[in-house]
């Protein structure tokens, strides 16, 4: 590892030293599961809001063959701190209860609630574009650049129309691959992707069902998708920050088209509920940037 991947490990591990490191870590986790449920918001944006998106990144980018040379040679502690373990596996956990938690409740609201449902991940969305404006710089015209790149990916992508599924375990499989790559970068959230690939109620359904051929081979596919999508990612972010954060706040502003929660023909219902779970979602993050943001008060010995 370099100096500053070095330095980003001992600032992981003195971060959750402390019980109620771990258990800020967990709702971090939580919080990405539960923003990652629902096709708006992304669980990488939820990561940037809470602090840890290169954290993450950069310790799933660990997963190597060095980690595999440890493993097999029996040194598991090694192992343990090169992938910095203890964080990705008190994340996970979050993420899994966010994600179980989230299901039923995700799809009542779909089918009854849709217009303030995408309202409330609009809300978000901009909040959360506001909150990286300190991650580049505007006066640069490659950020500007990037930006427009971003936002013309996501405004595409929002465009496409859903399909419907072959459930193969194959097409679940890459499904799961293609929607863990969209959960780590922010801006493009894995539900809308399965969504658009045709299998989202599907997997929520498996997820509930406890249907477990399906929800291991989607797994399998989201560890593929991590372990190759991670390592062009460490490397943008290492080597090219600015413009990492530019594309991502692109795509956090393209994803609003396809949040619009008005684009079916029944016209503009539920307005006002709507414009409240708007606020609501810039509220939320907001609020989160503050409490994840706050750092314990440390003690003199």
């Known amino acids: 590892m370099s100096d500053n991947s070095s330095g980003r490990q001992q600032n992981s591990d003195s971060s959750i030293a402390t019980p109620r490191g771990k258990f800020m870590l967990y709702l971090k986790g939580v919080a990405m599961g539960l923003g990652d449920s629902v096709p708006g918001i992304s669980g990488g944006t939820i990561a940037v809001i809470t602090k840890i998106y290169d954290q993450l990144v950069f310790s799933i980018r660990a997963v190597d063959l060095r ?6 040679t029996g040194k598991f502690a090694l192992v343990w701190q090169h992938i910095n373990g203890s964080f990705l596996l008190i994340l996970a956990a979050g ?18 609630y849709f217009a303030p449902l995408m309202a409330f991940f609009i809300g978000m969305v901009l909040a959360s574009t506001w909150l990286l404006r300190h991650e580049f710089s505007i006066a640069a015209w490659q ?11 996501a405004v595409s992508i929002g465009l496409i129309t859903p399909r419907s599924a072959e459930l193969s375990l194959l097409y679940v499989f890459f499904s799961g691959a293609i929607a863990i790559s969209a959960m780590i970068l922010p801006g493009l959230s ?3 992707i399965l969504l658009l690939l045709g299998v989202y109620e599907f997997i ?6 406890f249907d477990w051929p399906y929800i291991l081979v989607f797994m399998m596919g989201c560890a593929t998708g991590l372990l190759i999508f991670t390592r062009v990612l460490s490397w943008m972010l290492r080597d090219h920050h600015q413009l990492s954060y530019g594309f991502i706040s692109g795509m956090l502003l393209g ?6 929660p008005w684009q079916g023909e029944e016209g ?10 708007l606020v609501s979602g810039v509220v939320v993050v907001v609020s989160l940037q503050r409490v994840f943001a706050a750092k314990p008060t440390r003690h003199s010995d």
């Open 67 to 72: 980690a595999c040379a440890l493993l097999f």
């Open 95 to 112: 993420i899994l209860s966010g994600l179980l938690i989230s299901a039923n409740t995700v799809l009542f609201l779909l089918e009854n």
């Open 204 to 209: 929520l359904s498996a997820l509930i069902g």
């Open 268 to 277: 503009f219902t539920m307005v006002l509920p709507a414009s409240l779970t």
């Open 255 to 260: 994803s609003v088209t396809a949040l619009w």
């Open 190 to 192: 894995g539900a809308f």
């Open 143 to 153: 950020n500007v650049l990037a930006l427009l790149l971003g936002l013309a990916l």
